[in-house]
Nanobody, 126 residues
């Protein structure tokens, strides 16, 4: 199994930055992709970004493209989400997740991800 722990959430003003971290432990050799998702109250879980664990490929939701950047530190088994130009509609609980099944393409479908963190709250005030 893979254990994931997110950190870095908090309250930020609109237009400001915030960086989230997700530390992976356990059977990290199983990881193919790491992804970030978010869920706002009353809404379904939404894909944000993903990164290929063994290479540089990234994949973003249109709603965050150009504002958010996903990156990783394989030596530290950590993935980051740098969020800039935050908007009130970015307010949500943010989750990181791992995909341990090999696929040729990355995906933003939550059911394709096997292990999830507990989430960290991000609140953007207007």
């Amino acid at each position: 199994q893979v254990q994931l722990v997110e950190s870095g959430g908090g309250l930020v003003q609109a237009g400001g930055p915030l960086r989230l971290s997700c530390a992976a432990s356990g059977r990290t050799f199983m990881i193919y992709n790491m992804g970030w998702f978010r869920q706002a109250p009353g809404k379904e879980r939404e894909f944000v970004a993903a990164i290929n664990w063994s290479g540089p490929r990234t994949y973003y939701a249109d709603s965050v493209k150009g504002r958010f950047t996903i990156s990783k530190d394989n030596a530290e088994n950590t993935v980051y989400l740098q969020m800039n130009s935050l908007k009130p509609e970015d307010t949500a609980v943010y989750y990181c997740a791992t995909r341990t099944k090999f696929r040729a393409t990355m995906t933003g479908v939550p059911s394709e991800y096997d292990y999830w963190g507990q989430g960290t709250q991000v609140t953007v005030s207007s």
